[in-house]
């Protein structure tokens, strides 16, 4: 069955770094993009970033653009998510997510499978 | 971008009830791209409904979804104690990839 295992949250200061990691299993990682999706403490979901099947192509929501990168190692079949200079406002729980039947960053298709999500708490 | 509208925030009743959850959005969602997810406390987002009325694996038929162009409805048609938690819309029709409603909580009257 498909899993998604998220790690890496805990708690860091203002301006520091992080990196998240999401390992998958019970499905050819290689051939689906990949997303991370937030949610902050009592709030709703907000879509993070994407990336290809094979890393060749990323997006990214505008308030983490330049302070997050998005990559993967297919042979580990881990997804990451660097996170660079750390505000009060990205304290959320991060999850990575996988689309149904799709292996670009522009398919239209829904969110099937989710993990358990991991804590990033910043604090100042 | 699309924005997603959720009514009510908030849905008090009582097990046995029927609950209407709407999902409205700022444009027509192409095709009718349209999910529904579950979430209760500390757990990941569950897969509901896709494609506005088509149910995700395992997903009880109490659960129902329906709606075109920009209102969508998620109607539960008799609440279960393991249905209170909060319900996310999404459309996937147009960029950016995850646009979500801000939710509706399903709590017990």
């Known amino acids: 069955q498909v899993q998604l295992v998220e790690s890496g949250g805990g708690v860091v200061q203002s301006g520091r770094s992080l990196r998240l990691s999401c390992v998958a299993s019970?499905?050819?990682?290689?051939?689906?993009?990949m997303h991370w999706v937030r949610q902050a403490p009592g709030k709703g979901l907000e879509w993070v970033a994407v990336?290809?099947?094979?890393?060749?192509?990323?997006s990214y929501t505008d308030s983490v653009k330049g302070r997050f990168t998005i990559s993967r190692d297919n042979s580990k079949n881990t997804l990451y998510l660097q996170m660079n200079s750390l505000s009060a406002e990205d304290t959320a729980v991060y999850y990575c997510?996988?689309?149904?039947?799709?292996?670009?960053?522009?398919?239209?298709?829904?969110?099937?499978?989710w993990g358990q999500g991991t804590l990033v708490t910043v604090s100042s | 971008e699309i924005v997603l509208t959720q009514s009510p925030g908030t849905l008090s009743l009582s097990p046995g009830e029927r609950a209407t959850l709407s999902c409205r959005a700022s444009?027509?969602?192409?095709?009718?791209?349209l999910a529904w997810y579950q979430q209760k406390p500390g757990q990941a987002p569950r897969l509901l409904i896709y494609?506005?009325?088509s149910r995700a694996t395992g997903v009880s038929d109490r659960f129902t979804g329906s709606g075109s162009g920009t209102d969508f409805t998620l109607t539960i048609s008799r609440l279960e104690p393991e249905d209170f938690a909060v319900y996310y819309c999404?459309?996937?029709?147009?960029?950016?990839?995850?646009?979500f409603g801000p939710g509706t909580k399903v709590d017990i009257k």
């Open positions: 444009q027509s969602v192409i095709s009718s791209y």
């Open positions: 997510a996988r689309k149904f039947d799709c292996s670009t960053t522009t398919c239209y298709r829904y969110f099937d499978y």
């Open positions: 999404q459309q996937y029709g147009s960029p950016p990839p995850g646009t």
């Open positions: 494609d506005t009325s």
């Open positions: 990336i290809s099947y094979d890393g060749s192509s990323k």
């Open positions: 019970g499905f050819t990682f290689s051939s689906y993009a």
